[in-house]
């Protein structure tokens, strides 16, 4: 037994509405998307900046909490071993440095102005 389907058409009809075009025309730019707020150029680059920092303040955090999580441990092996020299300030320390850094690379990075960039440039040419 085989089935037949029918078209379903609607009865209602829009006789002021234009005719759609199912071609898409080549020369209309649709990479918008029409939800999100026009931005002009300067805006888009700031956007893309905070965008950029809020992904790096969130690489420190997941760094932090690795760095808490694993020198914890070292200090939890240390205590359960019986040590007496603290062995784990080495990885702490050595560590510490590079999350210290990536933090100062983080919140403390120091933007050249447009002043020294120009003095760099200047530098450059009478090498």
Known sequence: MTVHQTPVTSSVHL??????????????????DSTKPDRTQPETALHDEAVRRLKEKAEF?????IYALVNGML????????????????????WGIGL?????DV?????PTETEISSEMDRLRHR
């Open 61 to 65: 955090r997941i760094h932090l909490v």
């Open 15 to 32: 006789s002021t509405a234009a005719p759609v075009d199912p071609v898409v025309d080549p020369m209309v730019d649709r990479s918008a």
């Open 107 to 111: 919140y403390w990075k120091h933007e």
């Open 75 to 94: 200090v939890i092996i240390w205590a359960m071993t019986g040590a007496n020299f603290f062995w784990p300030v080495f990885p702490i320390a050595g």
């Open 100 to 104: 210290a850094a990536h933090a100062m």
